[in-house]
């Protein structure tokens, strides 16, 4: 993984689109707008630009590659023509040994393009046959996922059901950054509950699975893929490791594969040098208590501001979370 990106859950950037437009509050400190001001000059990230001569660069990439498409915009940004959008689907059903993981916080306007997309390349196949260069199509294109940004319940409750009724190879979800607790359980075929439970120090949440449908997440249904982190950056806000760890026991408790990115800026390892704040469950921060004797809030967890995102680490409770949904993978 990783052969030109640091982004831990891919091999690769694409972006045939730059430049983007914030829509919620997961896009306040986006990592993206402070690199292409930083290129380009202050402001040039909201003018969303056409990268024309990006779109063949997957064909000419021989081995067989994860390629995140658009780390630096959005494909269906409103901006961006539904031809435009067409161009880069045709690419990625041309290059079928790469595995393409679009991700958009636009769910509305994926759902509503993507039937267009489909007829547009069953036209293709056809003129293509009539020139005697067939190139078969399935659909939905099996090396082509589809994500949402989901940063919090509210936007899970509105994203999510358009990508659900979007047709994918697989569909995943980048709960990035994380910024308060999210129940996924109606996605992922898990009944899930939770109560407070305990007395005075020893007080913790406690899961309960009630069930497991068999309808679960996976290739072709529901949710099959979810990757969480927290925020890295200026003015990045902590998570809450309670949250982290009840999207990961959702996932495992539904056999959908879970990936843990990062901490980001804020860590629950506390030792090493960088200011610390108690994390309430809601996500409200406090300065630590001034007497140790005080302890700290209930329900809180003490966070450390680290250096970089590379100090806070990547493990939760002890290990690193890589899992990944099975890919398919063609030699065209
Ligand atoms: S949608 Fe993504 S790229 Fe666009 S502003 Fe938000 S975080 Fe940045």
Redesign the pocket.
Known sequence: MNITTPIEWTDTTWNPVRG?????E??DN????AIDNRWNGPGS?ATVRLVRKALDAPLRWREPRMVFV?S???LF?DAVPDAFVIEVFTRMWWAPRHTFQVL???HARMAALLPRIEERLRGLEADLALVDAPTTLTWPLPNVWLGV?VETQRWADIRIPALVRTPAAVRFLSVEPLLGPVDLSRWLGVEWMESFQGWGAKRHWRPWLLASPADRGGPGTGVGWVIAGGESGRGARPPHPHWLRTLRDQCQAAGVPFFFKQWGQWTPNLAGRGRQVDVLGDGRTLPPSASPSAGAPEGSVRMRRAISKHDAGRELDGRVWDQLPARVVTHG
Not at 20 to 24: F, I
Not at 30 to 33: D, F, K, L, P, T
């Open positions: 983007c437009t914030k829509v919620s997961g896009c986006c990592y993206a707008e990230f658009n630096m915009g959005d940004h958009t916080k636009r940004s």
